[in-house]
T-cell receptor, first 116, second 110 residues
Framework: NAGVMQNPRHLVRRRGQEARLRCSPM?????VYWYRQLPEEGLKFMVY????????ESGMPKERFSAEFPKEGPSILRIQQVVRGDSAAYFC??????????????FGPGTRLTVL | DAKTTQPPSMDCAEGRAANLPCNHS???????VYWYRQIHSQGPQYIIH???NNETNEMASLIITEDRKSSTLILPHATLRDTAVYYC???????????FGQGTTLQVKP
């Protein structure tokens, strides 16, 4: 039973380019969460999605960042016109039910974004 | 979700039990106590969670005080591979987000 998969594992972009990060949840999971970990800092929630819906995007920067979780295919976190401050590890998690305290989130290995 | 407080760092001898404390005095009745760990820069790994009763699985045991204001994660026989940052999180599911604090850096020493 495969866990949460993220690709690419490492991504290098130049300032001004776009970054697309992909997350495939665990089999049967329909809830996806994105977190960001800046260098030497803790993990911060960004966005929570269910299939075709954004449930909570309170942690997303207002500009340049967007996320989607289509009916088919992986969830995508998109960063437009990247800047050096976007360099971080981006982790995706998935869960089975959502909205319940006993619904465990399982994390992927992360994508390490480096902006030159 | 409740704010949690953990010591910033702890050491443990290899083969001994590691007891990691967490205070969550403002935890509400429907919030579970979750423990995750992050080894080096890998993705957080789920360890265990509980509401009121003590819990045990293949990785660890979780002891929650009767008033639910604190808990202890126990790794019964720590190995060098258990060196990691351990996070205690109160989570109700009302919001999807997990709120990670600074955690406890556990160093297991030979």
């Amino acid at each position: 039973n495969a866990g949460v998969m993220q690709n690419p594992r490492h991504l290098v972009r130049r300032r001004g380019q776009e970054a697309r990060l992909r997350c495939s949840p665990m089999k049967g999971h329909s809830h996806v969460y994105w977190y960001r970990q800046l260098p030497e800092e803790g993990l911060k929630f960004m966005v929570y999605l269910q299939k075709e819906n954004i449930i909570d995007e309170s942690g997303m920067p207002k500009e340049r960042f967007s996320a989607e979780f289509p009916k088919e295919g992986p969830s995508i976190l998109r960063i437009q016109q990247v800047v050096r401050g976007d360099s971080a590890a981006y982790f995706c998690a998935s869960s089975l039910r959502g909205g319940q305290g006993t619904d465990t989130q399982y994390f992927g290995p992360g994508t390490r974004l480096t902006v030159l | 979700d409740a704010k949690t407080t953990q010591p910033p760092s702890m050491d443990c001898a290899e083969g001994r039990a590691a007891n990691l404390p967490c205070n969550h005095s403002t935890i509400s009745g429907n919030e579970y106590v979750y423990w995750y760990r992050q080894i080096h820069s890998q993705g957080p790994q789920y360890i265990i969670h509980g509401l009121k009763n003590n819990e045990t699985n293949e990785m660890a045991s979780l002891i929650i005080t009767e008033d639910r204001k604190s808990s202890t994660l126990i790794l019964p026989h720590a190995t060098l591979r258990d060196t990691a940052v351990y996070y205690c999180i109160g989570h109700s599911g009302n919001t999807g987000k997990l709120i990670f604090g600074q955690g406890t850096t556990l160093q297991v020493k030979p």
